[in-house]
């Protein structure tokens, strides 16, 4: 793109909020810490780009929930992570929002419906009484000698100022701590996981699906992309049952530029490329399945997500760096505000999965804390971790805990009158354990 410069003009925008927690996105880590806060009486609010919560599980159509179960070769199951994880799956179920969980190697997850998340995120935001603004963009920030003290944003009211105390970067990209000047990494050398473009197929007779294993259809399409009858990139794909029966989650695609380029989530030109490349294989995968896989003859899609789904971009550099030693030897934490016992699901140029065996480890508070900026905790999928430990810790049951420890821990300083940095950690701890969390 072009390289000449427009001076952009100074101008008073109004400052139309002055809030004690400013939460910035609503994916599955915002959702949580805007209603954690909002329920321990914080002027808190929300500000997302689309006209819905859910991120990535929605927008993304990522669909399931994992990361709440334990992990075992005997592929014993025990749910080991609750707190606002376990709150939201059972206000899922509870409007047959959510299946039963289903094997993913030593562990499992359970998928999900779309509209059924974006309307417990609803009750749930407007039960707590979040202020709302959708249709938002995070824009920029507002420093005050090296503390975060508001932000600027961008709709279709033009550009604006929201004040307050303290901030929570869910956007998954870590736009408000790269923003802020906070030190942010991207990957390992530069390299991050693919994206993925999912979509769902209604029409699906899973009686006769379920004939062939998940490595009989890897396999398959192994041999006809080597016939060269079929152009699939990605050979370990999830065919998914949704909650309603006759429906699949189709997580198959991989997005990368040509020569297995990486793509940049926080570049506009490969996004936009993205969606289109995402779209045209969802096609081609959807020939695949119709042609070959039994069960499979009848269906159609039913759609594809709302955008590309980023598995990573920026994340963090924190007080603690999460390490992949740390999941590979299932490290506990003295300020742990969450477990997982999710595999390290790395998607590069096939799918690499390792298991934990029958433990799990723990994610320590200090990975939300930005070095260099104050008055911002960073949650979710940009959490401070190396390549491989986020491509374990980044799944959605963990994203809840993380905005669920983040929401307290706002509103601990805030109390208390000191950085997110200095509150203390027992008590966030006790707070999440007296409200379900398994720590
Ligand atoms: C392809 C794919 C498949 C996955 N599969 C699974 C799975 O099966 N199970 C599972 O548990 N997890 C899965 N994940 C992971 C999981 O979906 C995400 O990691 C999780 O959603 C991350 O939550 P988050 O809150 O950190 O960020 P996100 O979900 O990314 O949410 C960020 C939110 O911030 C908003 N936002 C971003 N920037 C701005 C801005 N500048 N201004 C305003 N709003 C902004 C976005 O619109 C979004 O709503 C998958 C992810 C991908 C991409």
Not at 132 to 143: E, G, N, Q, R
Not at 345 to 369: F, T
Not at 396 to 425: H, L, N, W
Request: charged share 25%.
């Amino acid at each position: 793109m072009g390289s000449k410069l427009h001076m952009e003009t100074a101008r008073a925008i109004p400052v139309i909020a002055e809030m004690d927690v400013v939460v910035i996105g609503g994916g599955p880590s915002g959702v949580a810490a805007a209603v954690t806060a909002a329920e321990q009486g914080m002027r808190t609010m929300v500000i997302e780009r689309y006209g819905f919560f859910g991120g990535m599980s929605v927008a993304g159509l990522s669909g399931t929930v994992c990361g709440l179960y334990s992990s075992s070769r005997t592929n014993r199951l025990e749910q080991i992570v609750d707190g606002f994880a376990g709150r939201f799956v059972n206000l899922l179920k509870s409007k047959d929002g959510i299946a039963e969980p289903v094997p993913f190697g030593h562990t499992a997850l359970c998928v999900h419906d779309p509209l059924s998340w974006k309307e417990t995120a609803d009750a749930l935001i407007r039960g707590a009484g979040v202020h709302v603004l959708f249709h938002t963009w995070f824009a920029d920030v507002i420093m005050d000698e090296g503390r975060l003290s508001g932000i600027v944003i961008e709709n279709k009211e033009g550009r604006r100022a929201i004040r307050g105390k303290v901030f929570i970067d869910a956007t998954g990209d870590g736009d408000v701590a790269a923003r802020a000047g906070a030190p942010c990494l991207f990957g390992k050398d530069g390299f991050v996981q693919f994206p993925t473009m999912i979509f769902r197929m209604g029409g699906v007779d899973w009686k006769l699906a379920s004939r062939m294993s998940p490595a009989e259809v890897e396999a398959l399409i192994g041999e006809q992309v080597s016939s060269g009858n079929y152009e699939l990139p990605r050979r370990h794909v999830y065919l998914l049952p949704m909650p309603r029966r006759n429906e699949a989650l189709i997580n198959a695609t991989r997005i990368a530029k040509p020569g297995n380029g990486v793509v940049n989530g926080t570049v506009t030109e490969d996004l936009t490329w993205s969606e289109f490349e995402g779209r045209r294989q969802i096609r081609e995968y959807e020939r695949f399945l119709r042609d070959l896989v039994p069960g499979f003859k009848e269906s159609y899609i039913i759609d594809s997500a709302v955008q590309i789904g980023i598995r990573q971009t920026r994340t963090i550099l924190g007080e603690y760096v999460l390490k992949n030693d740390d999941i590979l030897n299932a490290r506990k934490f003295r300020t742990a505000i969450a477990r997982s016992a999710w595999p390290i699901e790395a998607h590069g140029e096939e799918v690499k999965i390792a298991y934990l065996n029958d433990d799990y480890y723990e994610i320590p508070y200090e990975v939300m804390l930005p070095r260099g900026v104050e008055q911002l905790l960073t949650v979710g999928r940009c959490i401070s971790a190396e390549h491989e430990a986020l491509a374990s810790a980044r799944v959605t049951a963990q994203c809840f805990e993380e905005g669920f420890a983040a929401g307290y821990a706002a509103y601990s300083a805030i109390r208390e009158r000191v950085a997110p940095k200095q509150v203390d950690v027992g008590e966030i701890r006790k707070f999440m354990v007296a409200h379900g969390a398994n720590l």
